[in-house]
């Protein structure tokens, strides 16, 4: 079973971490998943977290290259690595940070993440993504958003990204959602039509979003606004506010959003009331395609 | 020790539980604090709530009134207490509902909140503050803020509550402090420079806030922010954008604050660069004005 396995990719964030086993012949021969995220680990369990997930794919006697990216890379992660700094293109194998790892059928690799001084911002793992959807689209001039716990607007130009600006949109969604007044007056649920009045209320006025939560549960106790109604008002005030935001990223330029769809075909939905058109991509198969370019180069380059 | 006792006085809101007795000079015997308050209780655990602080100053075959406001009237709380509707007084205690008590030694009355229709509004327990106020500045005309979990901005005239507008300002700060990734680099302390900063920032462009909050979490990564920088930041940020909100309540109009000293100073501050001089008042001392008005009146009209 072991011994056809050429590398590894794994996509390691906060929350989950993923593993694509690949064979000499480029075919993905196991797909695996865990909740080991680097948010649940110290430093010295990364190994083993690993080991308990690919274990069966090593040979004894071979070091199969594993090549991640994410937060495994972060300050509280496996080992912390480098950033590039921006203007750069999605940074390659050739500056990858090399993890301890005690085993010796394993070689670990992770990519870097990419930094920008001011104002003072970061990405880990997203930079994958872009890597994977710049492979396939090498001349795409213009904005990329990866929406997400913290949504990123990326501008790309030849190749590089140019400047980002990162929103705290999703993690704020969930600290308001479970742990201030709302938790009593919201559930998540589906109503595109309050989602849009929401994005509407987020896009004109943003100096009122605190006023409009507690409106939200307001609403509830007087005219029985449903919790669903509440929870899609709250996403649409919330993306409304970055649209609002981020309008220098997607004014006038080409826009790209890179993801899950659910969320994607949020913000896609409320991009085009703003007159932009922009086109998907699967923020899986993105990543996916980002560590197999990356892989690419490691076999140019030798290790 | 009980035979003197003439009435007792509650504030009870969301985490605390607070009485005063009264003997029949009008004199406080006691002042009595517990952590009991209604967001740990179910409703049938108010009254043994009350009575475990308050026992030692009933006496048998006497019915002392106990004049409440706060979360306890709130639909979670002991008995939903009604509201009244703006424009209106801070509602006295003819409009108070009674809560269903099994022991004869106590009439329990709980002041009513004030709600408004568009924007949908509520308040418990600051109406009382108000009233308090008002009984000592009978002729005030302008604007009450009251600094708080769920700040309220209070337009005030002859007498009566006009409008007003809650903003969800400190249960937001606590919330990202608390849930977001901001938990890991922020951190409670003083450092009015830092506040300040937050403040003119959330002043102008109030549409980057969620790309702002992200901002500290970079600036800590990157450039070394402080974690108590890094707080005082966003405490600024969200009072800033508050106030930009909240302009049609402090622009060229009296202003007051009402609440702890701590933090209406922060919001003097603020104000003060814009041009307004709020003066300050103590939200203990204002609750216990409003829950004794009430009491006054009682006495007129009787139980």
Redesign the interface.
Known sequence: MTTNVDWIAVDWGTTNLRAWVFDSAGQIVATLTSDRGMGVLECDAFEPALLALIAPYLADGQRTPVIACGMVGA??GWTEAT?ADVPCPPPAIDRATRAPANDPRIEVFILPGV???R????MRGEETQIGGFLASNPNFDGTLCLPG??TKWVQISAGEIISF?????G??F???M????LR?SAAKGQDLASFDCGVAEGLS???????R???L???G???GMTAVAASERLSGL?IG??L???KQYWLGTQVALIGGAALCERYARSLSTLGAKPELADGDTMVLAGLRAAQARLKTIGT
């Open positions: 300050r509280q950033y930094s920008q001084n104002p003072a911002d970061v716990t913290h600006r990162t929103f705290m949109t993690d704020l969930a600290a308001i479970g742990h201030t007044v009593h006025r943003p100096e009122m979003l605190t006023a939560l507690f409106t549960r307001a609403e106790l007087l005219h919330l506010q970055e609002a935001g981020a």
